[in-house]
């Protein structure tokens, strides 16, 4: 099993920067395909990237797509979302997950363990 434990996300001017992290617990997170996704309000789960256990290998949701990225340091057990470019309309709560095994799926139901969620507001 592992656990995670999200941090960052917070209040931020359109345009601005934030970096999620999330902190895997165990011995094993090479193993695990790790994702994120995000809710906001009034809307259904949304991936929004995913990095396979190696960190070879990437997918991102269309309206992220080269303002998002996913990275991983496996030495650390930890995953990372830098979000370059926010925009309102990425107003969420964003929760880290992890899928054991090693390829990328972008169904909420393929990650079995998920974090806390943290809050990133985008003010216009």
């Known amino acids: 099993q592992v656990q995670l434990v999200q941090s960052g996300g917070g209040l931020v001017q359109a345009g601005g920067s934030l970096r999620l992290s999330c902190a895997a617990s165990g011995r094993t997170f090479s193993s695990y395909t790790m994702g994120w996704f995000r809710r906001a309000p009034g809307k259904e789960r949304e991936f929004v990237a995913a990095?396979?256990?190696?960190?070879?290998?990437?997918n991102y949701v269309h309206s992220v797509k080269g303002r998002f990225t996913i990275s991983r340091d496996n030495a650390k057990s930890t995953v990372y979302l830098q979000m370059n470019s926010l925009k309102p309309e990425d107003t969420a709560d964003y929760y880290c997950a992890a899928r054991r095994s090693y390829d990328i799926v972008v169904a909420a139901t393929g990650y079995g363990y998920w974090g806390q969620g943290t809050q990133v507001t985008v003010s216009s």
């Open positions: 990095i396979s256990y190696g960190g070879g290998d990437t």
